[in-house]
């Protein structure tokens, strides 16, 4: 039986701030989204280097540099914050009962 889509707060293209971890503060743009294992790639973040064994593609092996995926409770999307409120205070009538 599959699993229902998951719904997440953020896609690909959003501007999101990172909230937890090592990387506390960066802000950037969503490169790639993971939803299987719920985690999203966000520029600014250094990738991981990776050493690799040598193979047909790379005979000589060496180190590969791939993205850093961070899991999508650990960030926030920036825009929102950037848009003026959408709930604004009601101004009262004052209404003149002297008559």
Same mark, same amino acid.
Request: zero cysteines.
């Given at each position: 039986?599959?699993?229902?889509?998951?719904?997440?707060?953020v896609k690909r293209?959003?501007? %999101? /701030?990172?909230?937890?971890?090592?990387?506390? !503060?960066?802000?950037?743009? +969503?490169?790639?989204? =993971?939803r299987?294992?719920?985690r999203?790639?966000v520029?600014?973040?250094p990738?991981i280097?990776?050493? %690799? /064994?040598?193979?047909?593609?790379?005979p000589? !092996?060496g180190f590969?540099? +791939?993205?850093?995926? =961070?899991?999508?409770?650990n960030?926030?999307k920036?825009?929102?914050?950037?848009?003026?409120?959408?709930?604004k /205070?009601a101004?009262k009538?004052v209404?003149?009962?002297?008559?």
């Amino acid at each position: 039986m599959k699993r229902p889509q998951a719904h997440f707060h953020v896609k690909r293209g959003d501007l %999101v /701030k990172v909230l937890t971890g090592d990387y506390r !503060g960066v802000e950037g743009p +969503i490169l790639k989204v =993971i939803r299987k294992k719920e985690r999203v790639h966000v520029d600014g973040v250094p990738p991981i280097k990776k050493a %690799v /064994k040598p193979n047909q593609e790379r005979p000589e !092996g060496g180190f590969i540099e +791939i993205g850093r995926p =961070i899991h999508i409770s650990n960030v926030k999307k920036v825009e929102a914050e950037k848009r003026p409120s959408a709930t604004k /205070k009601a101004k009262k009538k004052v209404v003149d009962k002297r008559k």
